[in-house]
């Protein structure tokens, strides 16, 4: 064997740097299922299916287009397993194998990128490691742009983005439209009589291989967190593909104005799926991009939904991840507000009184999936003004979601929505009272709380801890311009001593129930 072509679960595409230059007659595949990945945090039982589901497709896929890959499934029996890490089942296969090389695209977790580094030089064997074209944006191209600016805002990042790929530009310094942004077009809450133009969410059945990995799962990692059914989600690019489609033509209209919307019994509303299709590489984000532009082209899709859209793509996606291959291996360990509680149980079985959070903990449990502002300003929001420490947060967003990869999912759960690097992805903590749920959806009105209420027994448990957190954090965020307002009311309340002490009395009720 010349070359082993290693390829890890959220890299399936057979375009993919590491098949540059290789050649099935003389180079392998090497591809595993591994437990620990699965069991370091307890993975919902969604994502371990779905991730599984997808390597075994794409196996077929390569085995079909004539290559050798030597693929480890996971056994029911764990005593069958080759190894427990990646390392384990690599170390005996370079063995068996015996290989010229190892040849992989830059993985997107930090800690496994390391594993494998340590592992070949060990070994003393050759890893070569290469550019992930997947992404518009190099890890060179971001330290570069990164490199003479004191802070990193999303906002400038995206117009050179717009402007290098020429993406929603009339010419070369003029948007689309002439703004660059319609984020004020994109906060309409659902109006009173529920969600306009319901489309059903797109379905894929599933086949044999897809049945194999949930019968593994049922007989092994039945006592992981999240349901195994309804499952979804395509796992094959060409299915992929037909949920781009259903999306662009059935959602994309109104996903612009509904974007930041929440509404009961409605996990998905206009939001397109997509990031875990994207994250595994069944998709790439430039046909999405496309696909998008063309219906606004069309007259198909308005522009405040198309480059909503886009700047999601283009401007958050790969702004993450130049932020986290920027600032690892620190950047995990950062904890900014120094909180330090454990999350409440209610993040792993969805059993709680309040219901923004039941609706919000039923999507995850059944979907392994929650949208943008579900994730943000819901569980986010609690974990972050309750003091949950950001790196449990961040582990447990990792077992919990389908699209949870380390690069895509560190900084939005411990940068944006836990503020633990002090401001590095966004400017302000994303803390609010009951009152942003309640505008932003129909949840409270089924609610024991009163989303007006901060102290008493049926006071809303997020406005009682958003002044809470507040008072906690006065010294450190007293001089961010961004907090201006929340400052000066905590000092209010500060003044009226009575109602002070009552607020930080039930904050302290909540905490120790
Ligand atoms: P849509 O609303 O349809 O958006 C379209 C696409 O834009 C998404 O598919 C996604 O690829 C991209 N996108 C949008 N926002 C972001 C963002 N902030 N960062 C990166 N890509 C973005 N996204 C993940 O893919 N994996 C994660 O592990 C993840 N963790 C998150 C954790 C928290 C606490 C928060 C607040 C956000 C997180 N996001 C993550 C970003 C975002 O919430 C999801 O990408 C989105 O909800 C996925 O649903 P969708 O495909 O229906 O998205
Ligand atoms: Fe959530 Fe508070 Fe509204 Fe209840 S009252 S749904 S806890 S925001």
Not at 198 to 210: A, N, V
Not at 213 to 231: K, Q, T
Not at 274 to 303: F, M, W
Not at 306 to 311: I, P, Q, S, T, W
Request: net charge negative; with cysteine.
């Amino acid at each position: 064997m010349r070359n082993l072509i290693l390829v890890l679960g959220d890299q399936l595409d057979p375009q993919s740097s590491a098949f540059e230059d290789a050649d099935p007659e003389q180079d392998s595949v090497w591809m595993a299922e591994v437990d620990e990945e699965i069991s370091y945090v307890r993975s919902h039982q969604q994502r371990i299916l779905f991730f599984l589901s997808c390597m075994r497709h794409f196996q077929q896929e390569l085995t079909e287009s004539g290559w050798t890959v030597h693929y480890h499934r996971l056994s029911t029996d764990p005593k069958n397993d080759r190894g427990r890490s990646f390392t384990e089942i690599l170390k005996r296969d370079l063995k068996r194998f015996s290989p010229a090389k190892l040849i992989m695209t830059e993985p997107g977790d930090d800690r496994v990128q390391r594993e494998f580094e340590e592992l070949a030089s060990a070994e003393g064997i050759t890893l070569e490691i290469r550019e992930d074209r997947h992404f518009f944006c190099s890890l060179n191209q971001f330290a570069e742009y990164a490199a003479d600016r004191k802070t990193l805002m999303l906002e400038y990042f995206y117009r050179e983005m717009r402007k290098r790929h020429e993406i929603l530009m009339e010419d070369e310094k003029t948007p689309a439209g002439g703004e660059w942004n319609y984020d004020h077009d994109n906060r309409k809450s659902i109006p009173k009589a529920g969600p306009p133009e319901k489309s059903r969410p797109m379905s894929f059945s599933q086949d044999d291989l897809t049945q194999e990995v949930a019968e593994l799962i049922e007989s092994r990692f039945a006592d992981h967190p999240g349901n195994l059914a309804p499952f979804q989600l395509p796992v094959t690019r060409s299915n992929a593909r037909r949920m781009l489609t259903h999306f662009i033509k059935h959602l994309l209209p109104l996903f612009g104005t509904y974007e930041d919307a929440m509404w009961s019994e409605e996990p998905f509303l206009y939001h397109s799926r997509l990031s875990a299709l994207l994250n595994v590489k069944l998709l790439d984000p430039r046909e999405c991009i496309q696909a998008a532009v063309d219906a606004y082209e069309r007259g198909d899709a308005p522009l405040n939904s198309v480059e909503g859209f886009v700047r999601q793509i283009l401007g958050w996606r790969e702004f993450i991840r130049g932020v986290y291959f920027l600032h690892m291996p620190e950047y995990a360990e950062m904890n900014h507000l120094d909180q330090q509680e454990e999350l409440p149980s209610f993040f792993w079985d969805g059993e709680t009184d309040m219901n923004c959070v039941r609706q919000t903990m039923k999507n995850v449990l059944d979907y392994g999936y929650a949208h943008h502002i579900q994730r943000l300003m819901i569980l986010g929001n609690y974990a972050l003004m309750y003091g949950v420490h950001p790196r449990k947060f961040h582990a447990w967003h990792m077992a919990m979601y389908v699209d949870a990869v380390d690069w895509v999912s560190l900084p939005n759960t411990l940068g944006m929505s836990q503020y633990g690097d002090g401001g590095i992805v966004g400017t302000k903590p994303y803390c609010s009272t009951g009152n942003y749920i309640h505008k932003m959806s129909n949840f409270c009105q089924g609610c024991r709380y009163d989303y007006k209420k901060k102290t008493g027994d049926d006071a809303c448990p997020f406005s009682t801890l958003y002044w809470d957190f507040l008072d906690r954090n006065y010294e450190r965020l007293k001089d961010n311009r961004r907090m201006t307002f929340p400052i000066r009311n905590i000092e209010n309340l500060r003044r009226k001593k009575e109602e002070h002490a009552a607020v930080l009395q039930r904050a302290r009720e909540l905490r120790s129930k």
